[in-house]
Nanobody, 123 residues
Framework: QVQLVESGGGSVQAGGSLRLSCTAS???????MGWFRQAPGKEREGVAD???????SYADSVKGRFTISRDNARKTLYLQMNSLQPEDTAMYYC??????????????????WGQGTQVTVSS
């Protein structure tokens, strides 16, 4: 029903920037779209999400540095990442939720996932 493909990952030095993109096919209206990340040996964690109206939410660790946005016409989700730090190194995943009016926090409420794109930040 929904297929997601991430792009834009890469390797940067601390303080640098990257812009991740997630292109969707299928039905995305009325779904929350989110970015999650998973570092080696760590659990997958939420980074940011945006609902169908454009309201955004961020993890405390990325507030002020990352910006999530969505282009509904193009069915594309973005994550602008500035002031990157080594602790941001992780595989970043795009995900789409079920149809919720308030974005869920549990990973189980996001049935659609991309394959991930690697972000590596060196010091």
């Amino acid at each position: 029903q929904v297929q997601l493909v991430e792009s834009g990952g890469g390797s940067v030095q601390a303080g640098g920037s990257l812009r991740l993109s997630c292109t969707a096919s299928g039905y995305t209206a009325n779904r929350c779209m989110g970015w999650f990340r998973q570092a080696p040996g760590k659990e997958r964690e939420g980074v940011a999400d945006v609902d169908s109206y454009g309201s955004t939410s961020y993890a405390d660790s990325v507030k002020g540095r990352f910006t999530i946005s969505r282009d509904n016409a193009r069915k594309t989700l973005y994550l602008q990442m500035n002031s990157l730090q080594p602790e941001d190194t992780a595989m970043y995943y795009c995900a789409a939720s079920g149809t919720y009016y308030i974005c869920p926090r549990n990973l189980a409420e996001y049935p659609y996932w991309g394959q991930g794109t690697q972000v590596t930040v060196s010091s």
